[in-house]
């Protein structure tokens, strides 16, 4: 746990000479400005208002979003979600404390522009290192069922991932992801700190989890995860546990994968790697009831090729490398104890047919007879089940496994605190802009706090500041322009500022206008200010922006 809390104050403090992270917090119903004592009420203005290092708590209840969209769209980077309290944040359990993410069953709003995740990074902006942990993601109020519930209807439903980004080292953890009419988590994987732990991914439709998007170099970590409950859809494909995709390392490790369906042979695999991914690791997971196979793969001869039989997983383990993995073992075919909800169960079970070698019947039998449910010949029933909503309530206390694989539910789950605290007052020595020029003071400014008048001038990507770490990895580069001047001047600095702090969000809410406020004399900068050591520029200076104010 103490390597949880490490990560996330060790990128607080890396950012700490612009400011420091805050915590946030919230609680359905509450009507304060964010604090403990007083929280937001809803979750969407806390994100709203959040910058790079914050962490927002949020405890139990139900949030839909602005407007009741089911939408919360994160464009910052550095950010932390952390659900699963209790109301009055003394505990921390989010299989305990439902926090949970839907949208408003009576919505009434427009779909214009409304993303397609319920958690989502926004693609046009950065949002890496995005933490999501002790959530509940439902988008049973997003689809339409049959009168009854027992069929889902494709055409009033609506389709897209639960979790969506775009963004390097994502993380998401201890939540319940559910009923989407589409993929469960589904990321343009980048870095090598991803991770995707101790979920339940529960009634997806095509991939519970894709990795299809992967980068080249990226590594995702799939550890601990309950994936049940993945249905195929004519004309369209789908039912997968997880899709592999070309690029990116997978490892996959002590997850349980069960009741992956199928129809007329096609798809139902726990895993897919028909890519042929030979990076990805497949090492301790549980397989039960996965209608086309185990593990389904292309070789190194462009063979698509499944594995489906016990003793071929038996030899998977022994020779990953025949099997187009980097390493595996420890995997099996067992009943990993789940005892599912019995109303979802019988219309499940009575729509999958057997097929031979894949699926067992006597063991589907055994499932239903201990729920109390009549005995079921070899085939099923025609496609009238199909989709329903498995029951939210029901998760934790029907798909826990006691084989000590997928979901943990008794565990410590991590905690996370902001370096908050107050920065070191600094003396931000007032300047003129023309002080900048070289043949004045601009060599004297290096390192100093300063703070001017200047206009807003266009986006840049000059970066001459790269030995004091200012990248475009991590700041964006403006033209500060000596007020009065217009975007085509010589007569400007470069200001840096920090993608998703303070002085950013502002930048970029007064660029939307910067006509009218360069009209007005300019907005006022506070930062460090660097000689650039480069006199081919009229004003060779620098500035790491800390504030941005209009006046």
Same mark, same amino acid.
């Given at each position: 746990?103490?390597?949880?809390?490490?990560?996330?104050?060790?990128?607080?403090?890396?950012?700490?000479?612009?400011?420091?992270?805050?915590?946030?917090?919230?609680?359905?119903?509450?009507?304060? *400005?964010?604090?403990?004592?007083? #929280?937001?009420?809803?979750?969407?203005?806390?994100?709203?208002? %959040?910058?790079?290092?914050?962490?927002?708590?949020?405890?139990?209840?139900?949030? @839909?979003?602005k407007g009741g969209c089911g939408n919360f769209t994160i464009g910052i980077p550095g950010l932390t979600l952390a659900g699963g309290y209790s109301k009055d944040f003394s505990e921390r359990n989010p299989?305990?404390?439902?926090? $949970?993410?839907?949208?408003?069953?009576?919505?009434?709003?427009?779909?214009?522009?409304?993303?397609e995740g319920i958690i989502e990074g926004d693609y046009q902006k950065d949002h890496s290192g995005l933490i999501v942990d002790g959530f509940v993601l439902n988008s049973e109020t997003r689809n339409a069922?049959?009168?009854?519930?027992?069929?889902?209807? #494709?055409?009033?439903?609506?389709?897209?991932?639960?979790?969506? %980004?775009?963004?390097?080292?994502?993380? $998401?953890?201890?939540? $319940?992801?559910?009923?989407? =009419?589409?993929?469960?988590?589904?990321?343009?994987?980048?870095?090598?700190?991803?991770?995707?732990?101790?979920?339940?991914?529960? *009634?997806?439709?095509?991939?519970?989890?894709?990795?299809?998007?992967?980068?080249? *170099?990226?590594?995702?970590?799939? +550890?601990?995860?309950?994936?049940?409950?993945?249905?195929?859809?004519?004309? +369209?494909?789908?039912? &997968?546990?997880?899709?592999?995709?070309?690029?990116?390392?997978?490892?996959?490790?002590?997850?349980?994968?069960?009741?992956?369906? @199928?129809?007329?042979?096609?798809?139902?695999?726990?895993?897919?790697?028909?890519?042929?991914?030979?990076?990805?690791?497949?090492?301790? /997971?549980?397989?039960?009831?996965?209608?086309?196979?185990?593990?389904?793969?292309?070789?190194?001869?462009?063979?698509?090729?499944?594995?489906?039989?016990?003793?071929?997983?038996?030899?998977?383990? !022994? !020779?990953?490398?025949?099997?187009?993995?980097? !390493?595996?073992?420890?995997?099996?075919?067992?009943?990993?104890?789940?005892?599912?909800?019995?109303? &979802?169960?019988?219309?499940?079970?009575?729509?999958?047919?057997?097929?031979?070698?894949?699926?067992?019947?006597?063991?589907?039998?055994?499932?239903?007879?201990?729920?109390?449910?009549?005995?079921?010949?070899?085939?099923?029933?025609?496609?009238?089940?199909?989709?329903?909503?498995?029951?939210?309530?029901?998760?934790?206390?029907?798909?826990?496994?006691?084989?000590?694989?997928?979901?943990?539910?008794?565990?410590?789950?991590?905690?996370?605190?902001?370096?908050?605290? %107050?920065?070191?007052?600094?003396?931000?020595?007032?300047?003129?802009?023309?002080?900048?020029?070289?043949?004045?003071?601009?060599?004297?400014? /290096?390192?100093? =706090?300063?703070?001017?008048?200047?206009?807003?001038?266009?986006?840049?990507?000059?970066?001459l500041l790269k030995s004091k770490g200012i990248t475009s990895n991590d700041y964006i580069c403006v033209k500060l322009l000596k007020p009065g001047e217009s975007d085509f001047t010589r007569k400007y600095?470069?200001? &840096?500022?920090?993608?998703?702090?303070?002085?950013?969000?502002?930048?970029?809410?007064?660029? +939307?206008?910067?006509?009218?406020?360069?009209?007005?004399?300019?907005?006022?900068?506070?930062?460090?200010?660097?000689?650039?050591?480069?006199? @081919? &520029?009229?004003? #060779?200076?620098?500035?790491?922006?800390?504030?941005?104010?209009?006046?």
């Amino acid at each position: 746990m103490r390597k949880y809390v490490f990560a996330v104050i060790f990128v607080f403090f890396l950012f700490s000479s612009v400011g420091f992270g805050k915590d946030i917090y919230v609680r359905q119903g509450a009507s304060g *400005n964010g604090t403990k004592n007083a #929280p937001y009420g809803k979750l969407w203005k806390a994100i709203k208002k %959040a910058v790079r290092g914050d962490v927002i708590h949020v405890a139990e209840g139900t949030y @839909t979003g602005k407007g009741g969209c089911g939408n919360f769209t994160i464009g910052i980077p550095g950010l932390t979600l952390a659900g699963g309290y209790s109301k009055d944040f003394s505990e921390r359990n989010p299989f305990k404390h439902l926090t $949970i993410l839907e949208r408003d069953r009576n919505y009434k709003g427009k779909f214009t522009g409304l993303g397609e995740g319920i958690i989502e990074g926004d693609y046009q902006k950065d949002h890496s290192g995005l933490i999501v942990d002790g959530f509940v993601l439902n988008s049973e109020t997003r689809n339409a069922y049959a009168p009854g519930k027992s069929k889902i209807i #494709p055409k009033k439903s609506w389709k897209g991932a639960l979790f969506k %980004a775009y963004s390097k080292n994502i993380k $998401i953890r201890n939540c $319940i992801l559910i009923n989407p =009419y589409g993929n469960g988590i589904y990321v343009k994987w980048q870095g090598k700190d991803n991770e995707i732990s101790n979920n339940f991914i529960v *009634n997806t439709f095509y991939a519970a989890i894709s990795t299809r998007s992967a980068q080249k *170099n990226a590594v995702i970590n799939i +550890k601990h995860n309950t994936v049940v409950f993945s249905w195929f859809q004519p004309g +369209k494909g789908g039912g &997968y546990g997880l899709f592999i995709g070309k690029n990116g390392k997978a490892i996959v490790d002590s997850n349980v994968f069960a009741f992956i369906q @199928t129809e007329g042979g096609e798809a139902g695999y726990a895993v897919s790697n028909t890519f042929g991914n030979d990076l990805t690791e497949l090492k301790n /997971n549980i397989f039960f009831q996965c209608q086309g196979g185990y593990y389904v793969y292309m070789d190194e001869d462009g063979k698509n090729l499944v594995v489906y039989k016990s003793d071929d997983l038996s030899d998977l383990n !022994d !020779d990953p490398e025949s099997y187009m993995l980097e !390493d595996a073992g420890g995997n099996s075919d067992q009943n990993p104890g789940l005892k599912p909800d019995k109303w &979802y169960f019988e219309k499940f079970s009575n729509l999958v047919a057997s097929e031979p070698g894949k699926l067992n019947m006597d063991t589907m039998n055994q499932l239903r007879s201990m729920l109390g449910l009549p005995l079921q010949a070899a085939k099923g029933s025609a496609r009238q089940n199909w989709g329903m909503p498995y029951p939210l309530k029901k998760v934790v206390s029907t798909l826990v496994s006691p084989t000590g694989k997928g979901v943990l539910v008794n565990k410590k789950f991590e905690e996370y605190q902001s370096s908050s605290g %107050a920065k070191a007052n600094v003396n931000y020595a007032k300047v003129n802009f023309e002080d900048f020029n070289k043949s004045k003071k601009a060599k004297s400014f /290096n390192g100093n =706090y300063v703070q001017f008048k200047a206009g807003i001038g266009s986006k840049a990507s000059t970066f001459l500041l790269k030995s004091k770490g200012i990248t475009s990895n991590d700041y964006i580069c403006v033209k500060l322009l000596k007020p009065g001047e217009s975007d085509f001047t010589r007569k400007y600095v470069y200001g &840096y500022i920090l993608k998703g702090s303070e002085a950013y969000k502002r930048f970029e809410k007064y660029y +939307k206008r910067k006509k009218r406020y360069n009209s007005q004399g300019g907005i006022r900068i506070k930062g460090k200010a660097y000689y650039i050591g480069n006199d @081919t &520029y009229t004003y #060779p200076v620098g500035i790491v922006v800390e504030e941005v104010k209009r006046k």
